[in-house]
């Protein structure tokens, strides 16, 4: 079974930065490598959005929300995948999730961003 855990989130101030990671469990480097992935992340009372995203070759696409502020990357050989967030607004605060984007898995817990004014 594939695990998602991901960490790095808290509490900072507006224009501050978080780096976010995302450990894939439970699959081998070669399935992962295969899997282009992304970030999500869910405030109260909103739906769940993507904001970047990342394929096997390292392409990366962004939210309009987000472009120029985060940057997805990728280690292969870790299962892992990052989100830089620079110059974090109060807009951004959510709980921040990673998974496939074209196999789901099971959605992990996710990280805690909070940004304050």
């Known amino acids: 079974q594939v695990q998602l855990v991901e960490s790095g989130g808290g509490l900072v101030q507006a224009g501050g930065s978080l780096r976010l990671a995302c450990i894939v469990s439970?699959?081998?480097?070669?399935?992962?490598?295969?899997?282009?992935m992304g970030w999500y992340r869910q405030a109260p009372g909103r739906q769940r959005e993507l904001v970047a995203a990342i394929t096997t070759g390292g392409d990366t696409n962004y939210a309009d929300s987000v472009k120029g502020r985060f940057t997805i990357s990728r280690d292969n050989a870790k299962n892992t995948v990052y989100l830089e967030m620079n110059n974090l607004k109060p807009e951004d605060a959510a709980v921040y999730y990673c998974?496939?984007?074209?196999?789901?898995?099971?959605w992990g817990k996710g990280t805690l961003v909070t940004v304050s004014s």
């Open positions: 439970g699959i081998d480097t070669g399935i992962f490598y295969i899997n282009a």
């Open positions: 998974n496939g984007l074209d196999v789901d898995y099971t």
